[in-house]
């Protein structure tokens, strides 16, 4: 066996490296928060598949829904993209927020997680850096649903200020609802289920709104479960600081969907992520 | 005991962790003294990734004590944890991103600065000959390769106690012996290992001290060449080449190594547990004597589940492919 001049392993240097017996301090809670942002931002630059293969559906619905439905439904294709745009917006956000769980579950199953967990760090930097990824990939996936928009024919009433509202609102919404992947990432064991269970709850989440149609025409029954589907109110807030007459009411009914999200969700997921096993 | 405390790597009195109904880990007790390569030998489930996961606070223990580098693993396990570090059984690298993006990430987290991870970075993977695969994507490295990503991982900041689980298991020949190399240097350096393994071939290569686990509890102690005694030196495999003359092979092999002899299922096929290597030779020249032809004969390590039947009086139940020198007589 004298494999000796193939092995890769550089012995005299590893001696070196391990000689370092150099111990950094310990990093703040934020430059740890940063770092697992950073390594989000890597993910989406490597993997940029995450922000496609879930709005590529709803980008797909947007053209057949405006141009084989979209005259029958509201009279004229451009005035139904008018009222689904926004809608579209939502569901394209909504659908990326799964990706947190699924993410996190991930790491879970891969190990990588055991190994943060061992780091001498701010226990939830990781959640909190996956947070600054998220942001990102909300903001990148909003700006190309609008692009396709405008493209085709979108023209909001209240101008870039309203979009931009707009845009906020749906990540305070995106932000509360990903503590609910989160909790269903820590909790199932692979990271199928999570998506499997996680698109159990988003297409009638997603689909049973006002997203697409006005709810007027359901029956009651179907009517009443789209009326308290907070998407639905989202949508409506949203369309309204898009085109005007949104009222604070509508905002509040939406921020008040997010606060329970957080208070529901946050506790058990915290829980959850010191315990697990 | 404050006295000897300093020099103990690892003191387990009665571990024990329950998963449901199962007693993973249950009542180990475990004397790791500091510098050195400690084996931990145990078939799959026996417990032994359990343990370590305790011993490294990423397990709350449901019973016992321990103290890891004289701080205990529950009350001190922020000390603990900043003193050791885990290369657990399957590669916990993430796959999505670079080698290179990878120990940088743990670098920073750490507390090193974006410069000092960098170099910190550059010279890890410089010595564990991945400064090549640098800039690739960790999904697109061999098995090898990821093993020596993943224990570069856990060095980023050199630790005085080292877990490795199973660092072998699965790997070729060649990325074993790089990852034995490895182990060799972080003795060197003046880390304490503990390795677990299924193979007693790589516990006698690598640790001077041993443990066997069974069932989640510690069934023997001692150095690898104490064990290797209690055990035997292993299998002597013949097969002659004609069944006829298997009776006649089994009495010679009888009288001459005073062991019982196995007649295996294959018709020209003889198996016996052999003490004394020494009489093997011996053996082999009375059948050729003989006139009995012999188309192939092998001298296997012990394997594990030899150790366990010798040990336990039972088979290891749960058994991985063991290690098997061979020597073929054609
Ligand atoms: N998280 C867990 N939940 C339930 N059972 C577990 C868990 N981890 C390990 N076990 C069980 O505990 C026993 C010991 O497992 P382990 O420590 O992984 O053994 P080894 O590393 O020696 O193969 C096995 O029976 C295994 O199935
Ligand atoms: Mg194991």
Redesign the interface.
Known sequence: ?T?TE??????G???????????????SAL??SL?FG??AL??IK??PEQLFDVTVFPVLFLLMFTYLFGGALAGSTSEYLQWVLPGILVMTVVMITLYTGVALNT?IT???F????????WRP?PLAGALLGDAVRYTLASTMVIVLGLVLGFRPENGAGGVLLAVVLLLVFCYSLSWLWTLLGLLLRTPNSVMGVSMMVMFPGTFLSNIFVDPQTMPGWLRAFVDVNPVSHLVTAIRGLMHGGVTTGQIVSVLMASAVMVLLFAPITMYLYRNR? | MTATAGNLAIEASNLVKVFGATRAVNGVDLTVPSGGVYGFLGPNGAGKTTTIRMLATLLRPDGGHARVLGHDIVREADTVRGLVSLTGQFASVDEELTGLENLVLLGRLYGYSWAQAKRRTNDLLGAFGLADAADRLVKHYSGGMRRRLDIAASIVVTPELMFLDEPTTGLDPRSRNQVWDIVRALVAGGTTVLLTTQYLDEADQLADRMAVIDHGAIIVEGTPSELKAAVGSGTLHVRVHDPAQRDEAERLLIESLRVPVHREADPAALSARVADPARVAHALGELSHAGVDVSHFALGQPSLDEVFLALTGHPAETYGAGETAEESAA
């Open positions: 066996m494999t193939t092995r890769p392993v550089a012995e240097d590893l001696r070196s490296v391990l000689a370092s017996r150099n111990r950094p301090a310990r990093p430059s740890a770092t950073w390594r890597l993910k490597h993997v790491d891969k190990g990588v055991d190994r943060f967990k061992s780091l001498p760090v930097a096993k």
